[in-house]
């Protein structure tokens, strides 16, 4: 009695192969789209293309994920720049309260009657000379977090002078005045020589408190109000207030006048310095 012929079990490697061959192979050598792309320029195109716009449509999107990421560090790092000149012009305003404080117990102390209270002011002049130096200190170390963006620049120069200024050692804010270049920062009417003029404008008058540095100070504001912009009106109004012999208030009046006709909506704001120079 012959036997029954046995069921033949499928290959399993066999099965496994063709699956993998199906997964490997390129999808335009399908005989469906093979035989479509024969009457389809737009299919012929693509099949016989398919790597090159691949690759193109790869490279496209690398460029788009890298151009977000330097956009987003790009305004990362503005933001971060902003946030410190913010916190700069709060320390520099604690500072300047600090040394109203020092000077009120100095005045205290030249006042006092009796040796208590010499005594008492002796230590609120010690405390807030400390409390003083703490916080310059930690002002300065702010300045290097601007330094890295640049249109802030010139705020840290300008924040540093004024410190400078204030323990009287002068010649570091004419150094910083000189180390400004006002009119190589940035284009004319860009924030950055916006920046620049104005960090100019408050070192010249931190300057001017000097006489040894009065000249200096004064030539700052001069060539400030000849041919900035932003600052311009402010420099000529601080020049008519320190011009004391005949030539520098011609040189007052002459400025003035080149600005009202420069920039006639800000001659209210020169009002003030003619008044003086009259």
Excluded: C
């Excluded at 209270?117 to 609120?124: F, G, H, I, Q, V």
């Excluded at 570091?172 to 404008?201: C, H, I, M, Y």
């Excluded at 009065?214 to 912009?229: F, P």
């Amino acid at each position: 009695m012959s036997s029954a012929p046995k069921p033949t079990l499928p290959n399993r490697n066999q099965d496994a192969s063709e699956s993998s061959s199906r997964l490997r192979r390129n999808i335009f050598e399908d005989p469906a789209i093979v035989e479509a792309g024969k009457n389809d320029p737009f299919i012929r195109f693509i099949s016989a293309n398919w790597r090159f716009l691949l690759a193109v449509l790869i490279a496209v999107g690398l460029g788009i994920v890298a151009y977000s990421q330097v956009t987003a560090t790009t305004l990362q790092k503005q933001a971060d720049a902003t946030r410190a000149l913010r916190d700069m012009q709060q320390a520099y305003q604690e500072i300047v309260e600090e040394r109203d404080v020092l000077v009120t117990a100095q005045a205290d102390e030249r006042a006092a009657k009796d040796d208590k209270a010499r005594a008492e002011a002796a230590e609120r002049i010690k405390k807030a000379t400390e409390t003083l130096k703490m916080k310059e200190d930690r002002l300065l170390a702010k300045a290097t977090e601007l330094e890295a963006a640049t249109s802030f620049l010139p705020f840290s120069g300008l924040y540093r002078g004024l410190v400078a200024a204030g323990r009287s050692d002068f010649g570091a804010v004419q150094s910083a005045l000189a180390a400004q270049g006002w009119e190589t920062v940035g284009k004319q009417g860009s924030p950055e020589r916006a920046a620049a003029e104005l960090a100019v404008l408050g070192l010249a008058k931190a300057l001017s408190d000097s006489d040894q540095h009065l000249d200096a100070a004064k030539q700052a504001l001069k060539g400030l109000a000849e041919r900035g912009d932003f600052a311009a009106v402010r420099a000529a109004d601080a020049f008519a207030a320190l011009a004391t012999t005949p030539e520098e208030k011609a040189q007052a009046k002459a400025l003035i006048g080149l600005l009202q006709s420069r920039m006639p909506a800000q001659q209210k704001l020169l009002v003030g310095a003619s008044e003086r120079l009259s």
